[in-house]
C-alpha cells in the first residue's frame, strides 16, 4: 500500500512540474508584454507585425515544440540520473542510465543544431528577398 501512495504522490508531482510551465506559457500573453516594453522602449509595433502572418504563427509553434523538447530532456535526465543514484551498485542499471542520459544530450543538441540551420536560412532567405545585407 506504501509503495502505490508513493507512486501515485511521485505520478501526481511529476504532472504537476510538467503541466505548470505549459499552463503558465498559456496564462501568459507575452506577445501583450513584449509590445508594451516596445512601446515604452519607443519602438513601433502597431504597422510591423500581425498576428495573422504565416511566419508569426509557424514561430510560435516552434516556440511551443521547443520547449516541449525540453521539458522531455529534462524529464529524460531526471529519470536517468535518479535512477543511476539507485542502482545499488549494478552495472547494467548504471550502464542504461547513463546512456539515456547521453542519448538525450545528442537529441538535444540535435534539436538545437536543426533550430539553428533553420534559423539562418529562414534569414537569409528573408533578407534575401527583402533585397538587404543578410545580418549574419
Known amino acids: ?10 505520478a501526481s508531482t511529476a ?3 510538467f503541466f505548470y510551465p505549459l ?3 498559456f496564462a501568459l ?14 519602438y513601433q509595433t502597431g504597422s510591423v507585425m500581425s498576428q495573422n ?6 514561430g510560435k ?4 515544440i521547443l520547449g516541449f523538447c525540453g521539458l522531455i530532456f529534462f524529464g529524460l535526465i531526471l529519470v536517468s540520473g ?6 545499488g551498485g549494478n552495472e547494467d542499471k548504471a550502464k542504461h542510465a547513463k546512456d539515456r542520459v547521453i542519448s538525450a544530450t545528442i537529441g538535444l543538441l540535435i534539436v538545437m543544431a536543426a533550430y539553428a540551420i533553420s534559423f539562418l536560412v529562414y534569414n537569409v532567405i528573408s533578407t534575401a528577398s527583402i533585397g538587404g545585407t543578410p545580418n549574419l
Open 61 to 64: 509553434i516552434i516556440a511551443f
Open 53 to 58: 502572418y504565416l511566419d508569426t504563427t509557424i
Open 82 to 87: 535518479w535512477q543511476w543514484l539507485t542502482c
Open 29 to 42: 500573453n507575452i506577445d501583450e508584454y513584449s509590445q508594451q516594453i516596445a512601446n515604452t522602449a519607443g
Open 23 to 25: 499552463t503558465l506559457a
Open 1 to 10: 500500500m506504501n509503495k502505490l501512495l508513493l507512486k501515485i504522490c511521485f
Open 15 to 17: 504532472a504537476l512540474l
